[in-house]
């Protein structure tokens, strides 16, 4: 939002200030005091340049610092998309943030541990379950009625991805991209 409401010791940083060239676009300051004249919102700001001009807010544009942080959250998430973009190619996402889903609600691991629930498949789920109490009886089983199709997913999207990259489609190499492939979706879920 252009032109946030600030209060005194808050950071902004100058978008534009009409006819003035004492404190050019970008420059930070801090708020000393903010008031009305005349029913506009004005601030006293005491710039990093050594300038003490006050901002208007029917004349000047700026942006405080809380914001600037959201922006570069933004472009931090679009960054990870992007880096991991093989993960929207290859992989069926949008069946996997379901059953991702369906491992969250049956509470059966944190999701920073999920990843090799993505791949291990029905029986050694149960398997793994076996002798432990599982709060959500209903949960846990819409899990194992999915873990195989999730496992046929992740196998597909790992098998295409090497055979796109020319790369041997040994057992070897399909774990290991199995696992980094695994880590890289749970991650992705996270920012769904």
Known sequence: ?????????DRVILLHMDGESNVPPGTWGTVKRGYQLFGT?????DWDNGSTLSIVADEDMWD??????EI??????????????DVFKY?????????LLMIRASSITNMLSAAPYLYMGRE????EFKYKDIHNEEAFEEVLDHADQAQAEMINGVINYLTDKGIEE???S???????????????????
């Open 124 to 127: 050694r789920i149960k398997h």
């Open 91 to 99: 992989f069926n996402i949008k069946f996997l943030k379901k059953y």
């Open 72 to 85: 570069v959250k933004e472009d931090d998430r679009n960054k990870f998309f992007m880096d991991n973009i």
């Open 64 to 69: 405080n610092k809380q914001r600037k942080r």
């Open 41 to 45: 919102d004005q601030y006293d700001v």
């Open 170 to 172: 040994d057992m070897s």
């Open 1 to 9: 939002m252009i032109n946030p409401k600030l209060k005194t010791g």
């Open 174 to 192: 399909i774990n290991r991209y199995l696992n980094r492939f695994a880590s890289k979706i749970v991650q992705t879920y996270t920012l769904l």
